[in-house]
């Protein structure tokens, strides 16, 4: 079965310039997460969906981040007037429901010259 | 601090068991331990969780200690696909990461 796809796999765009993130979920998992990967880090926290309820955005880090995750499904991840230290892989993961365990796409490696 | 304490690096020989120890002293009653592994240039892929007990699957033994302040994710025979960094982790919504441990494994 599919598994989680995350697009595009790379991204390169000039600073100042807004992206787009796109993830699509394992049919029929309710929650999805966005985390972020600087190089030889950990992944960082951004935004977690579960079903209809607001989403937990308390791990964006500025207003220029922004998600939204359309009739339960897609999600898009927005990051506004790019800086350089936005530069990261950008990793999506879905789970069956809050607790499950997540299962992860390849991410979007994001390069802001 | 949520994070767990790991080792920075290991390294095991094929066909060897393998044993990643995890410390996590400050866990709560509710909270579970997991286990992810990530290749390079790939996103992380589940590998076992557990909260009190011991647990097994296809893939690894999860031992939890009875205080439940340290675990062991155990891969009975390492293979070289197995090499990867290991992350242990509390809880699981806003799952918080810390540097994992990166397996080498040796033909």
């Known amino acids: 079965g599919a598994g989680v796809s995350q697009s595009p796999s790379n991204k390169v765009t000039e600073k100042g310039k807004d992206v787009e993130l796109r993830c699509d979920p394992i049919?029929?998992?309710?929650?999805l997460y966005w985390y972020r990967q600087s190089l030889g880090q950990g992944l960082e926290f951004l935004i977690y969906f579960q079903g209809n309820s607001a989403p937990d955005k308390s791990g964006l880090p500025s207003d220029r981040f922004s998600a939204e995750r359309t009739g339960g499904s897609v999600s898009t991840l927005t990051i506004q007037r790019t800086q350089q230290e936005d530069s990261a892989v950008y990793l999506c993961?879905?789970?069956?429901?809050?607790?499950?365990?997540?299962?992860f796409g390849d991410g979007t490696r994001l390069s802001i010259l | 601090d949520a994070k767990t304490t790991q080792p920075n690096s290991m390294e095991s020989n094929e066909e060897e068991p393998v044993h990643l120890p995890c410390n996590h002293s400050?866990?709560?009653?509710?909270?579970?331990i997991h286990w992810y592994r990530q290749l390079p240039s790939q996103g992380p892929e589940y590998v076992i969780h557990g909260l009190t007990s011991n647990v097994n699957n296809r893939m690894a033994s999860l031992a939890i200690a009875e205080d439940r302040k340290s675990s062991t994710l155990i891969l009975h025979r390492a293979t070289l696909r197995d090499a990867a960094v290991y992350y242990c982790?509390?809880?699981?919504?806003?799952?918080?990461w810390g540097l994992g441990t990166s397996l080498a494994v040796n033909p």
């Open positions: 982790i509390r809880s699981n919504r806003k799952l918080i």
């Open positions: 049919s029929g998992h309710t929650a």
């Open positions: 993961a879905s789970s069956l429901a809050d607790g499950q365990p997540q299962h």
């Open positions: 400050t866990i709560s009653g509710t909270d579970y």
